[in-house]
């Protein structure tokens, strides 16, 4: 298949990871060498030629610099029990010596799948206990557990779907990546946490960003979360 890395989306990635972020559709540059393969051909393909920013001579001569051939970056997406998509990461492949047809991106759907089931079985663990927020940005939050269980349990995942709650305000829901952790004087778990993926619905997530707006002008305060 070539090179292949699988990873998280990151706020700090190139524009075609964020576009694919945004849309949920995949990238799939076939030759590298040939402008007709910037275009889409599909309505679950990015059109490179219209959607991203660099022009595509430019983007040839970056390919043929770094001797990629073929390459495709597939969204690895996440339905919750609300039937809400969440992209939480990506399938990228790049062959330096043979071009990647339909049947790689065929190949890519079903591991895309297969991945998505085994989080699920994975992250079977329920709870409606609340915990409260220390710190929250846009893009990160760092929260504190207190429950035995998930003070044990959290620490050997990578990440975990959960609802953020706004008093008056509702439920934000997310997917937060564990970027580092540690614990109090009393035990209690202490999570650094990137908010990788936010809600799909219509302005959810405007809302979210303005309450967290609001939030640090002291406008009102209230937050919890817990874990889904």
């Excluded at 030759?31 to 991203?52: A, G, H, P, R, W």
Aim: proline share 3%; net charge neutral.
């Amino acid at each position: 298949m070539g090179l292949v890395e699988i990873d998280v989306f990151r706020s700090d990635q190139d524009e075609k990871f964020e576009l694919i972020k945004r849309t949920k559709k995949y990238i799939h540059i076939e030759n590298t060498s040939l402008e007709e393969s910037y275009k889409s051909k599909s309505e679950n393909q990015v059109d490179v030629e219209d959607e991203i920013h660099e022009e595509i001579p430019s983007l040839m001569r970056k390919y043929k610099d770094e001797k990629i051939v073929s390459e495709i970056i597939y969204p690895i997406i996440y339905i919750n029990h609300s039937r809400q998509s969440i992209p939480l990461g990506y399938i990228w492949v790049r062959n330096k010596e043979k071009t990647l047809g339909n049947n790689t991106i065929e190949k890519l759907a079903e591991l895309s799948k297969e991945m998505v089931a085994r989080i699920k079985e994975s992250n079977t663990v329920l709870t409606t206990e609340k915990f409260p927020i220390i710190d929250i940005s846009n893009n990160g939050i760092c929260i504190k557990i207190t429950e035995p269980h998930l003070i044990q349990t959290l620490p050997k995942h990578t990440g975990f779907v959960f609802d953020i709650y706004i008093r008056m305000q509702g439920y934000f829901k997310v997917f937060g990546a564990i970027r580092w952790l540690s614990y109090d004087e009393v035990g209690s778990l202490i999570l650094g946490m990137e908010l990788v993926a936010k809600s799909s619905f219509p302005g959810e997530r405007e809302k979210f960003h303005r309450n967290v707006e609001l939030l640090g002008q002291g406008k009102f305060t209230g937050l919890k979360t817990h874990a889904i």
